[in-house]
Structure formats: C-alpha cells, structure tokens
C-alpha cells in the first residue's frame, strides 16, 4: 500500500479539505502514475455536495487526470516509466458485457467502476480521484497524451473532451452541419473547438454575450445570448444538432423549437432535477432529444490524437490545490475561463 496525498470531501456539507488513504500497490497489469494536473468538472461539485444522490464519502473528486507514469507491473504492453498519459471519468468495467466488448465502457452492463465515487469490481473497496498525488490504474483503463499537448491543457479532454467527441461524432457532426452549442462552460468550450474542427458551422447559446469573443476565438460563427427573447424567435428550426451543456434546469421546449426537421438535441449536462418536456416540439418536427455519457476507452483516445492532429487543447485557469473551494464557487456562478486545472506540485 501507498500513503497517498489529496483534498477530499467528508460530506455533503463539508468543503474539501486536506486528506490522506492509501492506494494499492501497482499489481502486474497497473501503471503507477504520478498526478500533474486535474481538471475540476462540473460533475465533482455535483458528486462532492451529492445533487445526483447515493455520493461515498469521504469522497476525493477528480477524473480530469494527467501525469506521467511512474511503474508498470510486469504484464504491461502498452507503456513504460516516463510516458505522458492521461486517466479520465472510469478505471474499470466488467470487460465482458456487449458494450464493453463494443469499446462502449462507459455503458458497461455491471456498471463502469467511476475514477471516484465508486467501488472496484471487488464491489467493496471505495475509489478516490485525482485530486492527488499519485494513481494506480489498469494499463487498459489508461490514455496516451500526444506529444505535442501540454499536460495541463490537456487534463480536461480526458472527460469535457471526450463528452462532446463522442456526441459530436455520432450524431455526424462535420463540414454542411449547423450545430449550436448550449452553454459555454468546461463542456461547451470543448464542443465549440471540436465541433469547428470537424467542419461544422456553430453557434453559442450562452446566457449573455459576455463570452462572446471568446466563443468566436473558439471557432464559433454565431453567438447568441438565450436571456434575450428575440434569440428563440430568430433562431427557429436553424440547427441540425444541439448538444446542451448545461448543469442547471432549463426549458428544453424552446430549445428544441430551435431544430430543423429531424434535427436532434442531445442532453449532456445534468442538472439536479429532471425537466419537463411536452411532445409538441418533438412532433412538430419529427425532431428527437437523446443523451450521451463521456466516451469509451477506444474513442477517447481517438478523441486525444484528434486534438494532437489540430492542436486542440482546453482554456485552463491553474490553480493551487487550495484554492479549489473558491474554484467550486466560481464554476457555480458560470464565471470559469474556461476550466480549473489543479497544478498537483502544490500539494504538499
Ligand atoms: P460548467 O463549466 O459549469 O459549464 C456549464 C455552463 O452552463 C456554464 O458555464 C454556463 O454557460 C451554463 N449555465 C450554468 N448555469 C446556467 C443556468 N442556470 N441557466 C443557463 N445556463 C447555465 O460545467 P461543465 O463542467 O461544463 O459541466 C456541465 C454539465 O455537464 C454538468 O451538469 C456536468 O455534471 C455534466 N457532465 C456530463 C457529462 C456526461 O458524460 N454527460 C460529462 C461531464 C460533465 P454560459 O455562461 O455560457 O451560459
Ligand atoms: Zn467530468
Ligand atoms: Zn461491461
């Protein structure tokens, strides 16, 4: 076992705080890696105060995770001491199950075991994150940064990367499609760079046009703000895809209202509470609303050597590990540029 470092939280009530456990010593098939950096998600605020429910504490967040390994146990193939690689939102599955096999991890029939806020497959021992100084992980769980990505920039694809990726190309994003991008956080950020990438035309939906430079930096031809009501009256049956990224509650009907005929919405972000949908919207269009949880092992080093090939990375604001209280305030007033990245050599 390893005496490994972190910030954890206690409760649901309480602010994280300094905190210690030990990890298992890295078995044949695990790589030891030492934590560089961790991206602070919108997910670990709502995990660390339990919004979702059934939230383990004491609880260490993080699956934003870089750094670089330090072992590997005698079965490892895929890396050595001294690569650069990333660990995002899950560090086991059932391996067997038909999604698993699909390279669909994240829809594992026995659950994917979560990077934090979880327990192993031996269904007892409790996972912590990345808000830490050290992680053992199966070598099959684990993803290669590209050379040419900084690391702390790159912490965040490894969840707000893959978590628009995948939509994105499932729902065929790419050059003649209009897609509108609903909030303009962690998440949406990344959907702007990618979905500008993979040749669409994309608009911001964002509650006011304070981000609107920053949006068209990102790739953004459009950028409207959704606290205007002309916006809903102007932008009716424009987009052939929505990917809404937002963490709060919402009225979903007029954002769909905004979809061409068969035009999609896909839910990403997901608030404490559900929402109410009336058909109409869906019917008066033959649109459909879906969702999307992170991306399987496979995609998401897909998604890492696609942001290496066009030099994306995430807008990070660095952070000291004590910082990160502040850092949860400032994500839940929509004010992040456009990600928190804890810089771990600041825990001491
Ligand atoms: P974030 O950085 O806080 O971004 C959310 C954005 O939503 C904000 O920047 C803001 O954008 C907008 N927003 C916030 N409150 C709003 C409100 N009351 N009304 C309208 N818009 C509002 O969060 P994130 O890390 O990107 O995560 C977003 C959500 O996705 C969270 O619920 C998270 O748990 C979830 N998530 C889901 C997955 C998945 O696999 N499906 C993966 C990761 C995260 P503007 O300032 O532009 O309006
Ligand atoms: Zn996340
Ligand atoms: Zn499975």
């Not at 058909?279 to 399987?296: D, E, N, Q, T, V």
């Amino acid at each position: 076992m390893r005496n490994t470092l972190a910030y954890g939280a206690k409760s649901a009530k309480s602010p994280l705080a300094p905190f210690s456990f030990q990890r298992r010593e890295s078995g044949p098939h695990d790589v030891a890696i030492d934590i560089k950096f961790c991206g602070i998600c919108h997910s670990d605020i709502h995990q660390a105060r339990d919004e979702w429910g059934g939230s383990i504490f004491p609880m260490v967040p993080g699956h934003e995770i870089a750094g670089v390994v330090t072992k590997v146990g005698s079965a490892v193939s895929k890396y050595k001491v001294g690569d650069r690689v990333g660990v995002g939102c899950f560090v086991d599955s059932c391996r067997k199950c038909s999604s698993c096999e699909a390279g669909l991890e994240q829809y594992c029939d026995g659950g994917m075991t979560g990077t934090y806020n979880g327990l192993e497959r031996d269904g007892k021992t409790p996972t912590y994150g990345g808000y830490s100084n050290h992680i053992v992980v199966d070598e099959n769980y684990v993803l290669k940064i590209p050379a040419n990505l900084p690391l702390d920039k790159a912490a965040p694809l490894l969840c707000a990367g893959i978590t628009l990726y995948s939509p994105l190309r499932h729902w065929k994003c790419g050059p003649g499609k209009k897609v509108a991008i609903v909030g303009l956080g962690g998440l949406g950020h990344m959907g702007v760079k990618l979905a500008s990438a993979m040749g669409a035309d994309v608009t911001v939906l964002s509650q006011t046009l304070k981000k609107r430079d920053d949006g068209l930096r990102m790739g953004a031809k459009d950028f409207y703000a959704t606290s205007d009501e002309t916006t809903f009256k102007k932008l009716q049956k424009s987009f052939d895809l929505i990917i809404n990224t937002v963490s709060a509650d919402l009225d979903l009907n007029s954002y769909l209202g905004l979809l061409k005929i068969d035009g999609q919405m896909v839910l990403v972000g997901v608030p404490e509470k559900g929402m109410v949908i009336h058909p109409f919207p869906l019917i008066m269009g033959r649109r459909s609303l879906a969702g999307s949880l992170i991306g399987g092992i496979k995609e998401t080093q897909e998604m890492l050597d696609f942001c290496g090939k066009h030099e994306i990375a995430c807008e990070i604001e660095k952070i000291p590990i004590t910082k990160v209280n502040d850092a949860y305030e400032r994500v839940l007033r929509s004010d992040v540029r456009y990600r928190f990245v804890i810089d771990m050599a600041s825990l001491t």
